[in-house]
């Protein structure tokens, strides 16, 4: 049993859809990540929660939008998203922030029509 | 130059192969270190952090070279369970980013 889960683990919408990730960790961690894997490219982080506020947004766009409502659950709120949005998104946790120790939920495979 | 670099590969193997992979980073400052090992559609697992002593754990052995910069895993005794792709993962203490390296396919053959 995986300490953080993610849902769904499939996602296809179109481009003017509203959709959710949600990501739940039962480790009692205190920092929350969301990275971005697209095909041969590094993990990109996106957004970093510790102790669920918000201390990072790497550059991200307004399409994408985190929600921290306590230090077990983050979401990434998705709309009017592109095609080139469609990657893996990664939720991951540690128990202090940026230790380098993540642990990483399986992903959700978002596909963008 | 990006900030944390990793040959992709892919290394093809025999079993019973020695294989290394090296990383190398820009930032001098650079604080932890760390290697990832991730199965084809899955995600990343920590393998090992890698210390300035270097770190030790059954075949798997990885070092930091900080004059170099660059830290290196070794596989000794290759199975066909570690094919893999493996992401080197770089800590900067200014600012305190993680940052991974794109990652090295590893396939080993029977």
């Known amino acids: 049993e995986t300490g953080v889960t993610q849902t769904p683990r499939h996602l296809v919408m179109g481009m003017t859809n509203k959709k959710s990730l949600k990501c739940e960790q039962h480790?009692?961690?205190?920092?929350m990540y969301w990275y971005k894997q697209s095909a041969k490219k590094p993990l990109e982080l996106m957004f970093v929660y510790n102790f669920k506020e918000q201390t990072e947004n790497n550059s991200v766009p307004s399409r994408f939008s985190p929600e921290c409502p306590n230090s077990s659950h983050l979401f990434l709120h998705l709309h009017t998203l592109q095609p080139e949005d469609s990657a893996l998104y990664l939720c991951?946790?540690?128990?202090?922030?940026?230790?380098?120790?993540?642990?990483f939920g399986e992903g959700s495979r978002l596909t963008v029509l | 130059r990006k900030e944390v670099e990793q040959d992709p590969g892919p290394f093809n193997v025999p079993e019973g192969a020695t294989v290394a992979f090296n990383c190398t980073y820009s930032?001098?400052?650079?604080?932890?270190f760390f290697w990832y090992r991730q199965d084809c559609r899955k995600e990343p697992k920590l393998l090992m952090s890698?210390?300035?002593s270097g770190n030790e754990d059954g075949r798997f052995t990885a070092q930091l070279n900080r004059a170099s910069q660059y830290i290196s895993l070794l596989i000794r005794d290759s199975k066909l369970s570690d094919s893999a792709t493996y992401l080197c993962?770089?800590?900067?203490?200014?600012?305190?980013?993680?940052?991974f390296g794109a990652g090295t396919r590893l396939f080993v053959k029977a």
């Open positions: 480790l009692g961690h205190n920092a």
């Open positions: 991951a946790s540690s128990q202090e922030l940026n230790t380098g120790e993540l642990f």
């Open positions: 993962v770089v800590i900067n203490t200014g600012g305190f980013k993680t940052i």
């Open positions: 930032n001098s400052a650079s604080q932890s």
């Open positions: 890698v210390y300035s």
